[in-house]
């Protein structure tokens, strides 16, 4: 199964892009880590939480890895095993400092986390394999989600989300930078299920994760400085209106729509090999 058109996306993640801020060096003093207090970090925390199947002990990776708040979270909320892969150098660098940063024991590997051959020590070695915001970049994503399945262990999980860009986040994008949207699959809940599926997972939940995040869209592929401000125009207005809704009505209303949330998630199940007992039976 292969989605056709997606652009380039490669040029995202060079040092010199500015994708990621900050640096080793303010990660070793000053870790980024998620804020479950925040509405938007704790509805990705509930994923890991409700459908990771985790407990102390569980083996994590996380597939492009840079900059990583979630594993020293992962770490040291639950007591996890973490790793992380990822092909930039920059990247990897970023999340080795951001675990030294927090104080959590971890391995980062720098490569392609779609090329298990070249790090057997890593096959059926894992709970739990997460990536977000990598497999919308691929036309092939179904091949890849197979190869993730190779770092599981049997009844293994995998936890995948990316950039919801229907609705008002294709909007936002479309104003933002052109190129930066061509170089994403766009995905909704079915879609993401099914190329799962496809690569031969069970699935376990499927949905939109998180209530609206004015701040989705990029404008990294961007040369006019008009549309730079007019992202950030928009996003800030956004950003306030939905704090205000936020203070004005709590958590009660924050429905996670097709058109408003900011992630689509899907989480399934390494199928058993044939003749294997089934999870949970001896």
Not at 10 to 29: F, R
Not at 51 to 69: A, D, K, N, Y
Not at 101 to 113: T, Y
């Amino acid at each position: 199964m292969k989605a056709t058109g997606v652009g380039p996306s490669d040029w995202l993640w060079k040092k010199e892009t500015g994708y990621y801020s900050g640096t080793a060096a303010e990660l070793a003093v000053r870790p980024v880590l998620p804020d479950i207090g925040r509405l938007r970090d704790r509805r990705i925390f509930d994923l890991f939480l409700y459908h990771g199947g985790l407990s102390r002990g569980s083996r994590v990776l996380e597939i492009g890895c840079g900059r990583s708040p979630w594993l020293p979270f992962l770490g040291r909320r639950l007591g996890c095993r973490v790793s992380g892969i990822d092909i930039e150098p920059h990247a990897a660098e970023l999340a080795r400092a951001n675990l030294a940063g927090a104080r959590v024991a971890g391995e980062i590997h720098c490569g392609d986390g779609f090329a298990l051959t070249s790090r057997p020590v890593l096959r059926h070695a894992f709970d739990l394999v997460y990536s977000m915001g990598v497999l919308e970049h691929f036309d092939d994503a179904a091949a890849r989600i197979a190869v993730l399945a190779d770092y599981l262990r049997p009844g293994g999980r995998i936890l995948t989300t990316v950039p919801n860009l229907q609705g008002i986040n294709w909007l936002l994008q479309r104003l933002a930078d052109r190129r930066t949207l061509q170089a994403h699959v766009v995905y909704d809940r079915r879609l993401l299920a099914r190329v799962h599926e496809a690569a031969g997972f069970t699935t376990l939940a499927s949905g939109y994760a998180g209530f609206f995040d004015a701040h989705l869209a990029s404008a990294a592929g961007a040369t006019s400085r008009l549309r730079r401000r007019a992202l950030n125009g928009a996003c800030r207005a956004l950003g306030i209106g939905a704090e205000a809704w936020l203070r004005l009505w709590g958590e009660g209303p924050t429905p996670e729509l097709r058109y408003l949330s900011p992630h689509v998630f899907h989480v399934g199940r390494r199928a058993a090999p044939p003749g294997a007992p089934a999870e949970g039976t001896a």
